[in-house]
């Protein structure tokens, strides 16, 4: 503003165009300036729209499962309409739910449309819920009672001091593993003690591994599968423009909090915005839980006509074997008056600081 005011007085008989277009410069300066000192945003909104093109002969039926996300912790789910379905019903899971739909078929293609808004958090976060034991405890891939796994837990655990002992875990694996783009996301899921002596891994390894790391030290923990919306690709069929991860929660002193170890330390207790949970959803393949959910639908006498455990996550069966199905999702952000209109009630609790920025890979 003092550099303008120094060009009119040095022009004092400068013509009336030239001082509205310096005056509209510094205004438009002041604006620009304005803008990048607003504080970020605290709570990210998306509009999530999921599309299933199933096409069987008249009269068939076919039954429809689709996993989707649930409220709780750093994410809030508005109310999820289903359309073109003949009825349908929803089975609340372990930190996720399942719609069952079904569809009767006419011998021509019919939409199944599946839409909800998500408002996610960007700050530090805890939250209260209860725990279960088997975050205690060892199960499938988390083998927290191996030797090797007890004696790492015990080295980077601080005496009366949980919350450290957790940082120090998630730093752990943060730094030692490193990520293995050539691994076979289809293929066997190692065991936390082998993503320890191998020192590599995807996302699934990272948290697996410091999942059993924090459950040897005695601090309850769970991976966690989901969605990240950072970088949102075009959406096409049997895709999603979101990526599938998976990160880890942990209780201390009645409170849960996030940690994304692959990511990286800064993102230790922070959510970020872009993190969807689908809680305990069944993500591996070679998984005895995808297993049983695959041979509870397989024992109806039932034809298998799809199935994905990520991005999208579903599962198809039909009367007719010759029946197909083709899965496609949106998502977009919300503007700021969908997030007003579409989340009046929501308050999240706790206090939003300052945001980190995405990292660089998923």
């Not at 750093?74 to 399942?98: P, S």
Request: aromatic content about 10%.
């Amino acid at each position: 503003m003092v550099l303008i005011k120094r060009i009119m007085d040095k022009y004092p008989n400068s013509n009336n165009v030239m001082k509205n277009s310096v005056l509209l410069l510094s205004i438009l300066s002041l604006f620009l300036f304005l803008d990048s000192c607003k504080a970020p945003e605290r709570e990210m909104s998306y509009r999530i729209v999921e599309t299933y093109r199933i096409k069987s002969s008249p009269e068939s039926k076919t039954h429809l499962f689709v996993d989707l996300p649930v409220s709780y912790g750093y994410q809030v789910i508005g109310d999820i309409i289903v359309e073109n379905a003949e009825d349908y019903f929803f089975e609340d899971r372990d930190d996720y739910r399942t719609l069952h739909a079904n569809v009767r078929g006419n011998g021509k293609e019919k939409v199944v449309t599946v839409k909800y808004d998500v408002t996610l958090l960007r700050a530090k976060t805890s939250w209260s819920d209860e725990p279960k034991e088997k975050y205690l405890s060892p199960e499938e891939f988390i083998d927290s009672d191996d030797k090797n796994i007890v004696e790492l837990a015990n080295i980077l655990k601080v005496t009366g001091n949980a919350y450290q002992t957790a940082k120090n875990i998630s730093r752990y694996a943060s730094k030692k593993i490193k990520f293995d783009y050539s691994n076979d996301t289809n293929g066997r899921t190692p065991l936390a003690s082998e993503v320890l002596k191998n020192k590599k891994g995807i996302c699934r390894d990272y948290v697996n591994l410091t999942t059993a790391l924090l459950r040897a030290t005695g601090i309850p923990a769970k991976s966690v599968s989901g969605l990240v919306l950072n970088k949102r690709k075009m959406s096409s069929d049997w895709s999603s423009p979101a990526g599938s991860h998976a990160w880890v929660e942990f209780r201390i002193d009645g409170e849960w909090y996030f940690a994304d170890p692959t990511w990286g330390n800064r993102y230790f207790t922070y959510s970020d915005g872009y993190h969807l949970s689908y809680g305990s959803q069944p993500v591996n393949l070679d998984s005895r839980l995808y297993q049983a959910e695959m041979n509870r639908s397989e024992n109806t006498g039932l034809s298998l006509i799809g199935a994905m455990t990520a991005p999208i996550k579903f599962m198809a069966w039909s009367e007719d074997e010759h029946a197909t199905i083709t899965p496609k999702v949106d998502i977009a952000k919300n503007s700021l008056q969908d997030k007003l209109e579409n989340n009046k009630t929501h308050v999240f609790e706790k206090e939003k600081p300052s945001v980190f920025n995405q990292p660089e890979r998923e």
